[in-house]
């Protein structure tokens, strides 16, 4: 009978310490990653075109940027308004730009009685490729793990001239970016 317990002892002590190395590796955090998140990634910017007011005689910068680079066409129609008086212009995506449109606005906001609209679409300005795993970082208490990883920023578009106004930080080319992981019985899955 003792022969019996020390086996079931030593079998259990066997089993509980292979599930204890079931450590998260590099390969394994990267393939769950990519599955997940599906890379290249596409980056975009919301801007806003067709008819529209503003306080100045002149647009931000990144419209001009964008309207050398061939994107937009840009007419200055003068101040008008109902109470407020602003100065207004007709902002008009190009063929060039309109490839770029991710998201297109399905609702316009009509803008006073000229029949015209302001829309507010999503242009894409890169993508994103997964680079590598940088950090794991094992939780046993909750049976989880953050695992930190880099994406590279690439194959730019125009539109990525959008952060080169003044007022907008230029994001980072490569980006450390955080996923959580969760420890089940069938192994490693996404926490989310």
Request: overall charge positive; aromatic content about 14%; proline content about 4%.
């Amino acid at each position: 009978m003792k022969n019996y317990i020390l086996i079931a002892s030593a079998l259990l002590l066997t089993i509980s310490l292979a599930g204890c190395k079931d450590n998260l590796t590099e390969n394994k955090a990267e393939e769950i990653i990519k599955e997940k998140l599906k890379f290249p990634q596409t980056n975009t910017v919301d801007i806003a075109y067709g008819l529209i007011a503003f306080d100045s005689d002149s647009l931000p910068k990144y419209y001009y940027i964008l309207q050398k680079k061939g994107m937009f066409d840009i007419k200055y129609l003068g101040i008008g308004g109902f109470l407020v008086l602003n100065h207004r212009f007709r902002i008009t995506p190009t063929k060039a730009a309109e490839k770029f449109i991710t998201q297109k606005d399905d609702k316009p906001i009509k803008q006073g009685g000229s029949g015209e609209f302001l829309y507010r679409s999503s242009f894409k300005t890169c993508e994103e490729q997964f680079d590598k795993i940088e950090s794991i970082h094992e939780i046993p208490e909750v049976n989880g793990a953050d695992v930190k990883y880099l994406v590279r920023k690439e194959n730019f578009t125009p539109f990525w001239s959008y952060y080169l106004d003044e007022t907008r930080k230029m994001p980072d080319s490569v980006r450390t970016r955080t996923f959580s992981f969760i420890k089940t019985n069938k192994g490693w899955i996404p926490y989310r």
